[in-house]
């Protein structure tokens, strides 16, 4: 099965869990509140519907058109556009009869259960398989920077230690990129000294011009030769497994930073090396490739062993199910809180960031290209987050809009009338209408393009 067709089938399995359970969040509180509910729908049924069955008072089916689904509430100005409904005598069944407190909580339903399903996400994920990640205070000799353009735009370089940004201390290695995307300054210490550098406000679009070396920070990574493989230009020479090369031509080296610059500049050549071997110090010669290779696979065979040689520690966090709930708690909330902060970003032209507003394909590929059932929970639990926040935006025609609304009237005691919410639910449609067109506009543009 193509990656393609992977990424495809977890999109719509993902979208579709996440679209029943939000309007599902609708969905109870109106029945509670016995607020008739006529059609509950994953996608859209503009004109026909796949499917559809009617249970009671309420028509539960499948549209044609995967752009969401809805649950459609009687008395309520929604996507549906009932003019006819709305003009006759309010039921007490309907939704505009209700308290503005009831309506209210059945507005807010579909987000707090998006926001609610990706903790409980979080949770599994965490009491299941923990956590793991390099420790960023146990790097030996700080950070390699993997590409210099992005390494030189932040101001760092190879041989750093990451303390902090906007003054909150980095435990993982792992979290420098996404911390340093969203925030404003940066701590480091070089060379024994602490140094405080202004991000740049168009960081995060130097980074969307080079993707493919978007993780430019890694652990550097000493050249500990692991195996031989017989095609190498060096099977022959002297190499054994678990040799530490540590000179080339006159020059001492340590780690794969080190090394491969000298490589690159003595293609094709062969070298004079030392090798340190049981605790011994070896001379021998290495024949380097057309390509600056030396042919060899490198790494310890564990991560203990890195730990072990002090190069690094791996941290495995392991809950009990206890333990679990208050971490996928925290997981969401910073979870919602960094994608805040990309929203920002997004909103200040300054820094590029619109650029990266994506659209269904963009959603589509933040699945991975194989099928991984952590992988496929932790990006729907990081979709639901991204529901949550955009349907509580104060749009007419989103949940938000309902909310702004809904407030308005319990804090002045006047309700809009049905003509206002009318034009302000079609203007509402303009704007997500324009929306979905650049976030889609947005993903032709890169395809064609870049």
């Known amino acids: 099965m193509s990656p393609i067709v992977i990424k495809t089938i977890q999109f719509f399995l993902s979208l579709s869990i996440l679209i029943v359970l939000h309007e599902l969040g609708h969905f109870i509180p109106a029945k509670y509140f016995k607020t008739r509910v006529e059609k509950f729908y994953l996608f859209f049924d503009v004109k026909f519907s796949l499917f559809k069955k009617k249970i009671g008072e309420t028509e539960y089916g499948i549209g044609w058109l995967p752009l969401g689904g809805y649950v459609k509430i009687s008395g309520m100005i929604d996507e549906s556009m009932d003019k006819e409904a709305m003009a006759e005598e309010p039921k007490e069944w309907e939704f505009r009869s209700k308290p503005a407190w009831q309506r209210l909580i059945i507005m807010l339903g579909g987000v707090t259960v998006n926001f609610i399903l990706a903790v409980v996400i979080f949770i599994g994920l965490a009491y299941a398989y923990g956590d793991q990640y390099v420790a960023n205070d146990s790097l030996k000799d700080g950070i390699w920077v993997t590409d210099t353009t992005l390494g030189d735009a932040l101001g760092v370089q190879t041989g750093d230690k990451i303390l902090a940004v906007d003054g909150k201390k980095i435990e993982s290695l792992n979290s420098i990129v996404p911390e340093v995307v969203y925030g404003e300054n940066i701590t480091i210490e070089r060379n024994g000294q602490k140094i405080e550098k202004e991000i740049p406000v168009d960081f995060i679009e130097t980074i969307s011009n080079n993707k493919e070396n978007a993780r430019f920070i890694s652990q550097r990574s000493p050249f500990i030769i692991n195996a031989i493989p017989d095609g190498s230009p060096n099977a022959n020479t002297g190499f054994e497994k678990g040799d530490a090369l540590i000179e080339i031509e006159g020059t001492r ?160 005691g006047r309700k809009p009338s049905d003509k206002f919410l009318e034009y302000a639910q079609i203007t509402g449609f303009f704007i997500l209408i324009a929306l979905l067109l650049f976030a889609n506009g947005n993903d032709v543009y890169k395809a064609i393009f870049k």
């Open 253 to 412: 080296v340590e780690y794969l930073d080190q090394v491969s610059p000298i490589l690159e500049v003595n293609k094709g050549k062969t070298v004079n090396v030392i090798v340190k071997r049981n605790g011994t110090e070896l001379p021998l010669e290495a024949k380097i490739s057309d390509d600056g290779k030396i042919g060899v696979s490198l790494g310890f065979d564990s991560l203990e062993e890195y730990e072990k040689e002090g190069y690094f520690q791996v941290k495995q966090l392991d809950y009990t199910f206890i333990e679990s709930i208050p971490a996928g708690w925290n997981k969401g909330v910073k979870t919602l809180t960094d994608y805040i902060k990309g929203m920002k970003k997004i909103f200040n032209p300054d820094t590029g960031a619109y650029k990266e507003v994506g659209g269904f394909a963009a959603i589509g590929g933040m699945f991975p290209d194989t099928w991984n059932w952590p992988a496929f929970w932790a990006t729907t639990a990081f979709i639901s987050i991204i529901l949550a926040f955009m349907n509580i935006l104060p749009i007419p025609a989103l949940d938000g809009g309902h909310v702004m609304f809904l407030l308005y009237e319990m804090i002045t």
